[in-house]
């Protein structure tokens, strides 16, 4: 497994907007779902949004209507577009390849592939 590659994260005020990215150096999106989940300090790995190999979507109901995620096969790269941010978005975000049957999923554990994460910080 060749670890993807999370990006784009910063310190933002409440409000602000965000695109993270996800590289892939090996595995094709085409190929697989890509997921983004977070995760704040004491507390699970949660589900953000996935999108699967033919462009179908799926939100976390804190995020929808907020959150786009879309990827760029050309490019082999992942997005996780996020608008009016509030503090309770503060975590490190990661991306991963689905790897279970069907679609997609919402469990972490049928994703791999996680790399290093990003971190989002959101002022009050």
């Known amino acids: 497994q060749v670890p993807l590659v999370e990006s784009g994260g910063r310190l933002v005020q409440t409000g602000g907007s965000l695109r993270l990215s996800c590289a892939a150096s090996?595995?094709?999106?085409?190929?697989?779902?890509l997921g983004w989940f977070r995760q704040a300090p004491g507390h699970e790995r949660d589900f953000v949004a996935v999108?699967?190999?033919?462009?179908?979507?799926d939100y976390a109901d804190s995020v929808s209507g907020r959150f786009t995620i879309s990827t760029n096969d050309a490019k082999n790269t992942g997005y996780l577009q996020m608008n009016n941010l509030n503090p309770g978005d503060t975590a490190m975000y990661y991306c991963?390849?689905?790897?279970?049957?069907?679609?997609?999923?919402?469990?972490?554990?049928?994703?791999?592939?996680w790399g290093q994460g990003t971190q989002v910080t959101v002022s009050s």
């Open positions: 090996g595995p094709s999106f085409s190929d697989h779902a």
């Open positions: 991963g390849l689905y790897q279970g049957p069907g679609r997609f999923s919402r469990q972490p554990g049928d994703f791999d592939s």
């Open positions: 999108i699967s190999r033919y462009g179908s979507t």
